[in-house]
């Protein structure tokens, strides 16, 4: 079966795609019984496509010459961001054109317009990549669990800022974790949309659309890691846990809990043990309990596999969108019960301590484990693990103490996520 | 769009896909535009049956009945073994019906029969539940991964022994593992089969079927646990190592090297932190690099699981069986290269450790670490880690110090899997 394609975009994720279909066109042809014909490449910058070894003939720079090419069955959209993304799908999908994306921002924002007009003009749209590169979770969702009730996702989403977490554990600072991560091309020069937690926000989001069946705004309760002090990623790791910016969707009596942030994890859970540039999806099911997948989250030719196998999947007629048929309330933030790591840098005399303590009474939060690090200065750091308490009432607290003049520097405080 | 189903064996899987259907078929078909229609059941216990609120209207004690009814799209095989599962699955196939199989032993010994007379017949036999459960990894190899080249599988494909090797490295006994495992539903009442690896080969031979193209023999090299003694997990533990009953199957130069059996694994490589009776599958594909993909590999609700979601890939058109293209040579598992734990029990007087040290240097074995047990006894324990050695040579030395007089016990040797 021969499925004629083109390629919107020649950057990281489609120079992989043509090198994938250059290389193994064969063997997916062999393995799949589909043959996958680039007929049209649009790019702006001629010479980058070329280098690939991509045909004049086949180059254009209006992608609307792509949209009205009767022969093309799959458009392959991959330069990325909101505009001039969502244009060119509208118009493809228009033109009876099924669609391929790697584009997660096109899709948390204009999810809901893209597969409304999917379904009227009878068109698939395939975003495998989207989520966690070569990780199959879109299908595991979508397919494997078509018959299980998810009860919660949590995802290590964003290679970037796991890499910087990884680095930092090690001993790095911020600043070298994040140099170093863009050295090895793990970061993007303005890497803001990635350490302030926006990508991972945008992935959860979807992943939990397509898990829920729900349409789960795109603005979610988000927090990045930029802010993060090195201290704190120690005094955790003696603890026991690991920080993890860790996107979490869960559902509790139809209610969903959903945000992404740092919290921090116990070192034993599965989740803790993925490092470095590694991404990886934990769910839960009612059926089928535990399930974790694991993989490179990004890169060229990880994430480009997941694109050729959205392509092969369209000459199979494998449905590649939401269905909406659940309304589902999101959880106020402020009620999140949970343990919490708290830390204060006190002024070492008597009495600093116990106006903290009862400032936690008052709030009704009560105190797990609490030790002062035993340190040769006038300023000393309290760490304290607090029981199961209220979102709001740690905020309430921590606004309280920060006002003590015993209390130097911003209190510092990350939910413990138990799982 | 309707698909009338018939369920052969109501048994522990069988019954966990009428429960999932009765729970949860409103929410398939909204999900997946697939209405799956339970028309028939065979099954020799009718009391079994209704139990599950089967009625008896659709009860059938002979297979022939589900066969030659015209009705009938899709047969799922759950009574599990060679015959008559083969039998019922071949004449299925000839009468057009496509396949759903949870049967890893036929799918090993007899896939080649099954999938020739599928295409002859276009039909589809899919088979998900048959390798891990319910976690994805025929449809990650077969779909996600089409365009990838697999270079290795290692995998965890049996939670029974998984099981067992975890509760033993909390210092339990074999034996009373294994009860435990009965006791909590893990292991059978003749646990054989799971012990002795031969369920981990099949799995293995199934998956390196898909990933590499090529007919893979039934009958792999397979060594099982059940000789295993406690010690060895304690100083493997000592060491910074792990004892998995793993399934090996690596690619290099067009020479498999396959394998199930115990192995040592580095304890911070994310394959040792599988623990209970968890499966996990760890990938290495030339454009993917590593993923892993982890969940319960047996059980009621994650196999059915499994189950439904290759009865609803089968309305989608997602053809699930093997295509052999490629000519592997297997690799003659005495010229394998690797690093391996040795233990003796030697007679503690002047010279023993010479003799030994004397014969393993004679067979090309250089020693990496060497650690004699101080215990206050005649015969003590000396571990010996070697650099990487040919798996003949070890054999051969080992043969040579089992006759040493100094030599107690016959000698225990483990490779160590390096990844």
Do not use: W
């Amino acid at each position: 079966m021969n499925l004629n394609i083109a390629l919107i975009g020649t950057g990281t994720i489609g120079s992989g795609v043509v090198e994938i279909l250059k290389n193994n066109s064969e063997l997916i042809e062999k393995r799949t019984g589909v043959s996958i014909i680039l007929k049209k490449v649009c790019e702006l910058d001629f010479s980058k496509a070329k280098k690939l070894g991509i045909d004049e003939e086949i180059l254009t720079k209006d992608y609307k010459e792509v949209i009205s090419d009767k022969d093309i069955d799959v458009v392959i959209e991959l330069i990325g961001g909101y505009e001039p993304a969502r244009t060119i799908i509208i118009e493809a999908i228009k033109a009876g054109k099924n669609i391929v994306t790697a584009n997660k921002a096109v899709i948390a924002r204009y999810g809901d317009e893209i597969f409304k007009a999917a379904a009227e003009n009878n068109v698939n749209v395939n975003f495998e990549a989207a989520v966690g590169g070569c990780i199959p979770i879109i299908k595991a969702i979508k397919e494997s669990y078509a018959s299980d009730k998810i009860k919660a996702i949590y995802g290590i989403l964003n290679g970037t800022t796991n890499f910087i977490l990884s680095m930092m554990e090690e001993g790095m600072s911020y600043s070298d974790s994040l140099k170093k991560a863009q050295e090895l091309g793990f970061a993007e020069a303005d890497p803001s949309f990635d350490v302030e937690g926006k990508d991972t926000a945008h992935k959860i989001v979807i992943l939990s659309r397509l898990a829920y069946n729900s349409m789960i705004p795109e603005n979610i309760e988000t927090t990045g890691i930029s802010e993060l002090k090195m201290p704190d990623i120690m005094y955790a790791k003696e603890l026991g846990y690991k920080i993890k910016l860790l996107a979490i969707s869960k559902l509790e009596n139809n209610e969903l809990d959903i945000r992404a942030g740092p919290v921090m994890v116990p070192i034993e859970h599965s989740i803790a043990s993925v490092n470095n540039e590694i991404n990886a999806v934990y769910l839960i099911g009612e059926q089928t309990k535990e399930t974790m997948l694991y993989g490179r989250g990004a890169g060229k030719l990880p994430t480009a596999t997941a694109v050729v196998s959205d392509i092969v999947d369209i000459a199979k007629r494998n449905k590649g969108y939401y269905t909406f048929f659940n309304e589902i309330k999101l959880k106020d933030q402020d009620e999140v019960m949970a343990r919490f790591y708290l830390k204060f840098m006190l002024i070492d005399k008597p009495g600093s301590l116990a106006k903290i303590t009862k400032i936690l009474g008052d709030n009704n939060i009560s105190i797990n484990a609490a030790v002062q690090k035993e340190e040769d200065k006038d300023v000393v750091p309290v760490v304290v693990i607090t029981h199961k308490s209220l979102n709001k009432n740690i905020k309430k607290a921590i606004e309280e103490i920060e006002k003590l003049d015993s209390v130097k520097e911003k209190p510092v405080y990350l939910m413990i996520e138990d799982f």
